[in-house]
């Protein structure tokens, strides 16, 4: 009498609302060439054992590369637009020893949101007090922060007065479709804003967009570009922000 085999993919071995992954779909359906099959109930959960490995091993490396700065970090959120990252700081200063304070988002809108990192945890729990202060038009709200500051690469910052003065006539662009080059760009600013003197667009195979660093003529072409926030060049709209790095390279 010829044994009967059976097929472990039929539907009267998966359990209700389980399913099972797509690398099974291709083994071969006798139990016999499954030995290492999983039980049955746990084809829903299964995943591959190296990526379930690899995550704790980024996140420990992580937590201790930045695991302390995060302890004495703070997250602020619904900053207004006109409030500056030194007005910010002088807020939280009685709270102790700042070492580090960002402010992020587009600088066009109405709400942003900062990072001011302490020299001590004690200081987190001083500076969360001032949740719900009112900061510009709006109350901030102020809690702990979840992830760090990363350090600026201080190689990148203005060095010499010269150079300070030319990043204050320097944005930084972001969300450039990759289709558009660097005379689109140069056109693109020169006829919104005024005259620019330098650009430097970067790309990578990494990101889906470009950005790009431009050094106007004039002070005022520069505070105009900031208004350019959200226009379209290409198909994507940019993000334009104050650069806190001149152009050095001649292009």
Not at 176 to 202: A, H, N, S, W, Y
Not at 210 to 219: H, L, P
Request: glycine letters at 6%; aromatic letters at 8%; hydrophobic letters at 35%.
């Amino acid at each position: 009498m010829e044994r009967l085999r059976l097929n472990p993919r039929a539907k009267e071995f998966v359990p209700p609302g389980k399913g099972y992954p797509r690398s099974w779909q291709s083994l071969p359906v006798h139990n016999k060439d499954l030995p290492h099959a999983p039980a049955p109930g746990s084809f829903g959960n299964f995943q591959d054992p190296l990526k379930r490995q690899s995550r704790p091993r980024k996140k420990a490396a992580l937590q201790k590369q930045f695991g302390g700065n995060v302890r004495r970090t703070i997250y602020i959120c619904d900053v207004d637009q006109q409030v500056t990252e030194a007005s910010l700081a002088d807020v939280f200063k009685d709270s102790g020893k700042i070492v580090d304070c960002r402010v992020c988002g587009d600088p066009n809108s109405a709400m942003r949101f900062a990072f001011i990192e302490f020299a001590d945890e004690e200081s987190v729990q001083r500076a969360i007090r001032f949740n719900g202060t009112m900061l510009g038009k709006y109350p901030v709200r102020v809690m702990p922060s979840k992830t760090a500051i990363v350090p600026v690469n201080t190689s990148f910052l203005p060095r010499t007065q010269e150079e300070l003065e030319r990043c204050a006539r320097t944005v930084y662009i972001a969300n450039i479709d990759k289709k558009v080059d660097r005379e689109d760009v140069r056109v693109f600013f020169q006829t919104m804003c005024g005259p620019v003197t330098k650009i430097r667009l970067l790309s990578d195979y990494n990101h889906v967009s470009s950005i790009a660093f431009v050094e106007f003529a004039s002070f005022k072409s520069a505070r105009s570009a900031l208004d350019c926030s959200g226009a379209l060049l290409g198909l994507l709209p940019i993000r334009v922000t104050p650069s806190k790095a001149p152009v050095r390279d001649e292009y």
